[in-house]
């Protein structure tokens, strides 16, 4: 009888509920072993792992080992859906498991090939990718058009935070309630660190991110009903008193396998239809759930397991000790430090303290991006191999060389001052460059500017910019400082 062996982040139904045969599963300590991964995902991950085991019962085997090899080579006959990671999936070929297609994403890889080759010379653009799900799934289109007459909203969903807010006043995220077998996950993590056999970064609990199926359904149906109408228009905000601003937590669930992509975006799709949630948050949600997030997933196969070394900027420093280690009082800049602090808390911060404070920072100060996209995938509790090479490399550190990208995601502190209340709070100006006062960001840009200046001097989103190195009399003065401060 075939057994099929399931991964870490395949708990939903859809990569079981086809299978009348043995299903099997295997909590690794190795995996922790080897890697420093952040306290609260490896709970999330193992309290997953453990309450699917408990829902199917007799129907799984569950074995705590040191590693999958021991476990799998004691199964003659073996199946699995096709693992999220290329390190995962030589080991299951090593090991000579059957590869079922990928589950848990809305476009099937070969659908994705042959858009990808009837390109020819052409970006594989996102938008167009988006729209072409869209049309092939129906989602949110009305008589073949997009709903609301446009299919982007972005302009709509860009807003700063309110003035004066310290909240967006939204409703606070369903949270879960944590039971016996997270307790039992805690006492074994802890157990794990006395031992000495493991490490972790960070904090962990209470858990606030879904780890059943019934957690993952209520916690997108809270969303929906209660979060989703503002989620649009501040999307791209920041405030420190409000960490998950109109944020979805989703994203978490999601990538363990417990919700199916599709049906997250009908559930807001029905919350627009019965005009309970606006067009530009729906479409918002939409872009991120069956846009972005499948566009990173095929990118992440189309490119090559060799797109992760990609360095076109060869940045060649290493992460600094204090933000390896989230560190929040390593630095004097505000956005840096209250990032740094919600992360060792909670294992996420939302895309733009990721993108425009977190990667930001490394891209400017020439941080390895092989080192970057490790940290990011350990530091947060949605984030995998397949998630952060293309959103580090790519996106993030515009290491491909705009393969993703057409200009590096980088700006100075004016950015973070429009899009967030850190600057009010920080002891650096926004609006300095040079001196004690010079904001590390603002500083950082036009450092990293003057670096590349020549890899970007043709670049026609960029080449203002550059041009404007030309302008700045202090621009010495501002590399001998940059310079100092590494």
């Not at 009348?20 to 300590?29: D, F, I, N």
């Not at 799900?133 to 058009?145: I, K, N, T």
């Not at 299919?151 to 309110?162: E, K, L, S």
């Not at 606070?172 to 490490?199: C, H, K, Q, S």
């Amino acid at each position: 009888m075939t057994t099929r062996w399931l991964f870490g982040d395949q708990l939903g139904p859809h990569f079981a509920d086809d299978h009348s045969g043995r299903l099997l599963m295997v909590e690794a300590r190795s995996v922790f072993r080897r890697r420093r991964f952040h306290r609260a995902k490896a709970h999330l991950v193992l309290s997953a792992m453990r309450h699917r085991a408990a829902e199917l019962g007799d129907r799984l085997t569950y074995v705590q080992a040191d590693t999958y090899t021991e476990v799998i080579r004691q199964h003659d006959d073996v199946e699995v859906i096709h693992p999220t990671s290329y390190a995962a999936l030589r080991l299951v070929e090593q090991l000579g498991a059957r590869v079922l297609e990928p589950r848990g994403f809305a476009t099937a890889r070969d659908d994705f090939e042959r858009w990808a080759d009837g390109r020819g010379a052409k970006r594989l653009l996102m938008e167009d990718f988006y729209r072409r799900a869209r049309r092939a799934h129906g989602v949110l289109m009305d008589d073949g058009e997009p709903a609301g007459g446009r299919w982007n909203f972005d302009h709509d969903n860009r807003q700063p935070p309110p003035k004066g807010a310290t909240t967006l006043g939204v409703t606070e995220p369903w949270w879960p309630t944590e039971d016996d077998i997270d307790a039992e996950v805690r006492a074994d993590l802890d157990r794990w660190e006395r031992d000495g056999d493991v490490t972790f970064l960070g904090r962990d609990g209470p858990r606030r991110f879904a780890a059943t199926r019934t957690e993952a359904l209520t916690a997108l149906d809270h969303f929906v009903e209660h979060r989703l109408p503002e989620f649009g228009a501040h999307e791209d905000a920041i405030l420190e008193g409000d960490p998950w601003m109109a944020h979805s937590l989703v994203s978490a669930p999601m990538n363990l396998g417990l919700l199916d992509p599709l049906e997250v975006v009908e559930r807001a799709e029905t919350a627009y239809r019965s005009e309970a949630a606006p067009i530009a948050s729906v479409e918002g949600f939409t872009r991120q759930v069956i846009g972005w997030r499948d566009y990173v997933w095929h990118l992440y196969w189309h490119q090559g397991d060799d797109y992760r070394h990609q360095n076109a900027l060869a940045a060649d420093k290493d992460i600094p000790r204090w933000f390896a280690e989230l560190d929040p009082d390593a630095t004097d800049a505000r956005c840096l430090s209250h990032t740094l602090e919600q992360l060792a808390a909670y294992g996420w911060t939302h895309h733009i303290p990721r993108l425009m404070v977190l990667g930001s920072y490394a891209l400017q100060r020439g941080w390895q991006p092989a080192q970057v996209t490790d940290w990011f995938h350990r530091a947060f509790v949605d984030g995998y191999d397949w998630v952060m090479v293309p959103n580090v490399v790519g996106m993030s550190q515009h290491a491909d060389g705009g393969v993703m990208a057409t200009k590096p995601y980088t700006s100075g502190g004016a950015y973070i001052n429009t899009m967030s209340d850190h600057c009010g709070s920080c002891r650096f100006n926004p609006k300095v460059r040079v001196g004690e006062d010079a904001c590390p960001f603002t500083a950082g840009y036009w450092w990293f500017l003057d670096r590349h200046r020549d890899a970007f001097a043709g670049n026609h989103r960029m080449s203002r910019a550059v041009q404007g190195l030309d302008r700045l009399k202090d621009l010495a003065e501002l590399i001998e400082q940059e310079d100092a401060r590494g």
